[in-house]
C-alpha cells in the first residue's frame, strides 16, 4: 500500500514537473525547488482524500444474498434474444439455414396459443438474421404483425414491424435484431398495460422454448463447454414455471398450457446438473415437441 | 393521482438521465436493451435486479437519479455473493458497473442510493452488451 502510494505521489511529480517544464522560467523553477516538501504533503492529502473517498464508497466483494429476496425487485430479469445469438456468433458459423424454419403464423388458436406462437416468431426471425435471409425476415415481420393484431396490440408493433423489413433489405442485420428485441418488449409491456401479463409472460417463454430449441441444435451438432454452459439457466426455468404455477386455473388448465408445463418439468432436471452432450439433444427433443405443440392447429 | 403522476415523471427523468450515462457506451458499440427497471429507494437502501448473464457476453449495467445532490451505487455479483465486475464507477448521480460474465447464470446487480437530500429517491437502471 505504502509503495503504491509513492508511485502515485512520483507519477504527481513527474506530471507537475513536466507541465512546468513547459513555462522554462528560472524563476518557476526556484519556486517550485522551494516549495517542493509543501508540494509534496498537499499530494500526499489529495491521494489520502482520493482513496478515502473510494475506500468509503468501494464494493465488499462478497455480500449475503440471503437478505436480498425480500426486497427483490423482479423474480429474474428474462434476458433478450440478442445476448444468446450475440455469444452464439462468437462461437463460430453454424449453417444458421438448416436451423431455420417458416414461420407459423396462426391466429385461429385461443389467446394463449397466440401469445406462445409470437415469442416463437420472434426467435424465429433472430434465426433469419443469422441466415441473413431477408425474405424471410420480412414474412416474420408481417407475422409479428398479424400475430399482434389477434391479441389487440397491433400499433405497438407497428413500426417496429416496418423496420424490420426496410432495415432487412438494406442488410442492417444488427438493427434487425434490435427491432425484434423492440418488437419482443413492446408486446409485452402492452400485454401488461392492458392487465394481461400472464399472456406476456407467454410471449417470452414462446421466444424461450423456440430460441432453445434451435441453441441446443446448434450445440449439439458441435458440443463444446462453452456453447453447453449457455444453457446454465436454472433460474429462468424456476421463472417461467412459477409464471405458469401462478396462471389462473382456466389458463393453466388449457390443453397447450399443460404441455408446455410439463416440457418444462421434464427440462428443470437436465439443466439443473453438468450439461453433458446427452442432455442437450434430450433438450432439444423436447423443446422440438414443445414448438410442435404451440405450431398445431394455430 | 397528482402524486402519481408527479412520481411517474421523476422516473421518467431517471431514465432519461440514465441513457445519457449510457451513452458513452453506445459508441462504444453496446447494444442498450430498450427496456428499464426502476423505483424509489430509502437511503442506504439496497435492492436486487436478478439477471442471467451469458459466458462470453460484455455487459455494462448504468444506474442514474434525477435527484440533485444525490449519489449512487451499483454493482454486481455472482450467485454465490462474490463481486464479479471488471470495472464500476460512481459519479454522483450516476454509477455503472461493467462485467464480462465468467460464466452463464445468474448474477445479480445490487443498487444502492448512498446519499440523497431526499427521504425517497427515484432511480433507473439500463443496460447494454456486446
Given at each position: 500500500?505504502?509503495?503504491?502510494?509513492?508511485?502515485?505521489?512520483?507519477?504527481?511529480?513527474?506530471?507537475?514537473?513536466?507541465?512546468?517544464?513547459?513555462?522554462?522560467?528560472?524563476?518557476?523553477?526556484?519556486?517550485?525547488?522551494?516549495?517542493?516538501?509543501?508540494?509534496?504533503?498537499?499530494?500526499?492529502?489529495?491521494?489520502?482524500?482520493?482513496?478515502?473517498?473510494?475506500?468509503?464508497?468501494?464494493?465488499?466483494?462478497?455480500?449475503?444474498?440471503?437478505?436480498?429476496?425480500?426486497?427483490?425487485?423482479?423474480?429474474?430479469?428474462?434476458?433478450?434474444?440478442?445476448?444468446?445469438?450475440?455469444?452464439?456468433?462468437?462461437?463460430?458459423?453454424?449453417?444458421?439455414?438448416?436451423?431455420?424454419?417458416?414461420?407459423?403464423?396462426?391466429?385461429?388458436?385461443?389467446?394463449?396459443?397466440?401469445?406462445?406462437?409470437?415469442?416463437?416468431?420472434?426467435?424465429?426471425?433472430?434465426?433469419?438474421?443469422?441466415?441473413?435471409?431477408?425474405?424471410?425476415?420480412?414474412?416474420?415481420?408481417?407475422?409479428?404483425?398479424?400475430?399482434?393484431?389477434?391479441?389487440?396490440?397491433?400499433?405497438?408493433?407497428?413500426?417496429?414491424?416496418?423496420?424490420?423489413?426496410?432495415?432487412?433489405?438494406?442488410?442492417?442485420?444488427?438493427?434487425?435484431?434490435?427491432?425484434?428485441?423492440?418488437?419482443?418488449?413492446?408486446?409485452?409491456?402492452?400485454?401488461?398495460?392492458?392487465?394481461?401479463?400472464?399472456?406476456?409472460?407467454?410471449?417470452?417463454?414462446?421466444?424461450?422454448?423456440?430460441?432453445?430449441?434451435?441453441?441446443?441444435?446448434?450445440?449439439?451438432?458441435?458440443?463444446?463447454?462453452?456453447?453447453?454452459?449457455?444453457?446454465?439457466?436454472?433460474?429462468?426455468?424456476?421463472?417461467?414455471?412459477?409464471?405458469?404455477?401462478?396462471?389462473?386455473?382456466?389458463?393453466?388448465?388449457?390443453?397447450?398450457?399443460?404441455?408446455?408445463?410439463?416440457?418444462?418439468?421434464?427440462?428443470?432436471?437436465?439443466?439443473?446438473?453438468?450439461?453433458?452432450?446427452?442432455?442437450?439433444?434430450?433438450?432439444?427433443?423436447?423443446?422440438?415437441?414443445?414448438?410442435?405443440?404451440?405450431?398445431?392447429?394455430? | 393521482?397528482?402524486?402519481?403522476?408527479?412520481?411517474?415523471?421523476?422516473?421518467?427523468?431517471?431514465?432519461?438521465?440514465?441513457?445519457?450515462?449510457?451513452?458513452?457506451?453506445?459508441?462504444?458499440?453496446?447494444?442498450?436493451?430498450?427496456?428499464?427497471?426502476?423505483?424509489d429507494l430509502g437511503?442506504?437502501e439496497?435492492k436486487?435486479?436478478?439477471?442471467?448473464?451469458?459466458?462470453?457476453?460484455?455487459?455494462?449495467?448504468?444506474?442514474?437519479?434525477?435527484?440533485?445532490?444525490?449519489?449512487?451505487?451499483?454493482?454486481?455479483?455472482?450467485?454465490?455473493?462474490?463481486?464479479?465486475?471488471?470495472?464500476?464507477?460512481?459519479?454522483?448521480?450516476?454509477?455503472?458497473?461493467?462485467?464480462?460474465?465468467?460464466?452463464?447464470?445468474?448474477?445479480?446487480?445490487?443498487?444502492?442510493v448512498?446519499?440523497?437530500?431526499?427521504?425517497?429517491t427515484?432511480w433507473?437502471?439500463?443496460?447494454?452488451?456486446?
Amino acid at each position: 500500500m505504502g509503495a503504491l502510494l509513492s508511485l502515485k505521489i512520483n507519477r504527481y511529480c513527474r506530471i507537475l514537473r513536466s507541465s512546468l517544464k513547459l513555462r522554462r522560467t528560472p524563476l518557476d523553477w526556484s519556486f517550485f525547488r522551494m516549495n517542493r516538501n509543501w508540494f509534496r504533503t498537499a499530494l500526499i492529502a489529495a491521494n489520502c482524500l482520493v482513496s478515502f473517498n473510494c475506500w468509503a464508497e468501494s464494493a465488499p466483494s462478497q455480500i449475503d444474498l440471503r437478505k436480498f429476496p425480500a426486497t427483490q425487485l423482479d423474480e429474474v430479469v428474462v434476458p433478450l434474444p440478442s445476448e444468446v445469438f450475440n455469444v452464439l456468433d462468437k462461437l463460430g458459423a453454424p449453417n444458421w439455414r438448416s436451423e431455420s424454419r417458416d414461420p407459423v403464423v396462426g391466429t385461429r388458436g385461443e389467446r394463449a396459443q397466440i401469445a406462445l406462437l409470437l415469442g416463437s416468431i420472434v426467435a424465429e426471425g433472430f434465426v433469419a438474421v443469422e441466415a441473413a435471409d431477408k425474405e424471410r425476415i420480412k414474412e416474420v415481420g408481417r407475422g409479428v404483425l398479424e400475430l399482434a393484431r389477434a391479441i389487440g396490440v397491433e400499433r405497438t408493433v407497428l413500426t417496429r414491424t416496418n423496420l424490420i423489413v426496410t432495415k432487412a433489405n438494406s442488410g442492417q442485420w444488427g438493427a434487425v435484431r434490435h427491432e425484434l428485441d423492440g418488437a419482443l418488449t413492446d408486446v409485452k409491456n402492452a400485454m401488461i398495460e392492458l392487465k394481461d401479463s400472464q399472456l406476456a409472460h407467454l410471449v417470452s417463454l414462446g421466444g424461450w422454448i423456440r430460441g432453445t430449441e434451435v441453441l441446443t441444435s446448434v450445440v449439439g451438432k458441435r458440443y463444446s463447454e462453452d456453447g453447453a454452459d449457455l444453457l446454465n439457466q436454472p433460474d429462468l426455468l424456476k421463472y417461467f414455471q412459477r409464471r405458469i404455477a401462478d396462471m389462473p386455473p382456466r389458463m393453466r388448465s388449457n390443453q397447450l398450457v399443460n404441455k408446455i408445463e410439463k416440457g418444462l418439468d421434464e427440462i428443470s432436471p437436465l439443466i439443473n446438473q453438468k450439461i453433458t452432450p446427452e442432455s442437450v439433444k434430450r433438450i432439444n427433443e423436447i423443446t422440438g415437441q414443445m414448438v410442435k405443440a404451440i405450431d398445431s392447429r394455430a | 393521482m397528482g402524486a402519481l403522476s408527479h412520481a411517474r415523471a421523476t422516473i421518467d427523468d431517471a431514465i432519461s438521465r440514465t441513457l445519457e450515462a449510457a451513452d458513452a457506451y453506445v459508441k462504444q458499440g453496446y447494444t442498450i436493451r430498450d427496456d428499464q427497471w426502476g423505483g424509489d429507494l430509502g437511503l442506504k437502501e439496497e435492492k436486487a435486479i436478478p439477471h442471467t448473464l451469458f459466458k462470453g457476453n460484455d455487459y455494462w449495467f448504468c444506474m442514474g437519479t434525477d435527484v440533485d445532490n444525490a449519489r449512487v451505487a451499483i454493482h454486481v455479483y455472482d450467485g454465490k455473493g462474490k463481486l464479479v465486475e471488471n470495472d464500476s464507477w460512481q459519479k454522483g448521480k450516476f454509477a455503472a458497473a461493467h462485467v464480462t460474465a465468467p460464466s452463464t447464470g445468474t448474477y445479480y446487480v445490487i443498487v444502492e442510493v448512498t446519499s440523497s437530500p431526499r427521504e425517497r429517491t427515484t432511480w433507473a437502471v439500463i443496460y447494454g452488451f456486446k
